[in-house]
């Protein structure tokens, strides 16, 4: 999708989402957190909040940008900046932060295909930094995979560490579907994703959008973001026009988790809405969009 053209351009309209996001009734569980105004960040379209350092969020470009991680803070002002090596921005769309074996990990998913043409993507795993200052950094492992019967187009990946599992949701088929890969280091090994359910209830555009903005009608659905809550009892869903929590019961699998309706809220008025995740402590979620300036919205579901 494209991008605003400048900084300036983009400030009447995002005049408005600040207003509409301090005033509408219908979002009273979000507030605006930060503002994005860094013009290397101009397509965010993925977010994970650290686990090794406070109050910081990890974020990376889409497609066509370079291959680079940034640790911003919450207010949105850029802390690190982080070369990616051992790995290429082919089309980088969401990211995941998580534990495993004492250390603090994030999962970097190059999953993005808009025209359904890639035979393989991958996931990177980068170790988080102890010193937030300009760097490179490497995966410490990468999975290659594929889909069981064709391409996809997909923008949403969590990661269950316990159950040493990742999570992955298709963006365009309806209902969305989400598959499942093992977590581990594959060794060069091609893993193949399995598909494990199918989203109940995703939220379908109103007929009124429909008649006043079909373009932005055909895209209100689809799957943008996803992660898992720090107890693993939440899996959150962006899409264009909604955040989503599926809850998991006991003894439940997250097959079982989706196949439940979730907690539906309209989405907060974020231009192009595609970046979410769950805060270290797991009280609320931070989300942003492609746009520049992008504001940061804390997100606070009902509590169960």
Not at 82 to 110: Q, T
Not at 156 to 167: F, H, N
Not at 257 to 286: K, M, N, T
Request: hydrophobic residues 40%; glycine residues 6%; proline residues 9%.
């Amino acid at each position: 999708m494209s991008r605003p053209a400048s900084t300036w351009a983009a400030l009447p309209l995002l005049t408005t989402f600040l207003l509409a996001a301090c005033s509408a009734p219908s979002l009273p569980f979000s507030r605006l957190a930060g503002l994005v105004v860094d013009p290397e960040l101009d397509e965010i379209s993925g977010l994970a909040a650290s686990h090794a350092h406070d109050d910081v969020l990890w974020m990376h470009n889409d497609s066509g940008n370079p291959a680079r991680l940034y640790a911003i803070n919450t207010r949105g002002r850029v802390l690190a900046r982080f070369d990616v090596k051992g790995a290429r921005n082919i089309d980088w769309e969401d990211l995941a932060s998580f534990d495993l074996d004492g250390r603090h990990y994030l999962l970097l998913a190059d999953t993005g295909d808009n025209g359904g043409q890639r035979r393989e993507f991958w996931l990177h795993v980068f170790e988080e930094p102890a010193t937030l200052a300009n760097g490179t950094l490497r995966p410490a492992w990468s999975i290659p995979a594929r889909w069981p019967d064709g391409p996809r187009d997909c923008e949403a990946v969590a990661v269950d560490p316990l159950r040493g599992q990742i999570l992955l949701i298709s963006k365009k088929r309806t209902p969305p579907e989400l598959f499942t890969l093992p977590l581990a280091d594959p060794h060069g090994a091609i893993r193949e994703a399995r598909r494990i359910g199918r989203l109940a209830d995703v939220p379908q555009v109103s007929a009124q959008l429909q008649r006043r903005d079909p373009q932005m009608a055909a895209l209100f659905s689809q799957v943008t973001a996803a992660d898992i809550s720090p107890d693993r009892k939440t899996l959150a869903v962006l899409t264009y026009g909604s955040v989503l929590f599926y809850r998991r019961g006991p003894n439940e699998s997250w097959s079982d988790a989706v196949a439940h309706p979730p907690e539906a809220h309209d989405v907060p008025l974020i231009p192009q809405a595609e970046a979410l995740g769950f805060s270290a402590g797991g009280a609320g979620l931070y989300a942003t969009g492609e746009s520049r300036p992008a504001p940061i919205f804390y997100l606070v579901p009902q509590r169960e």
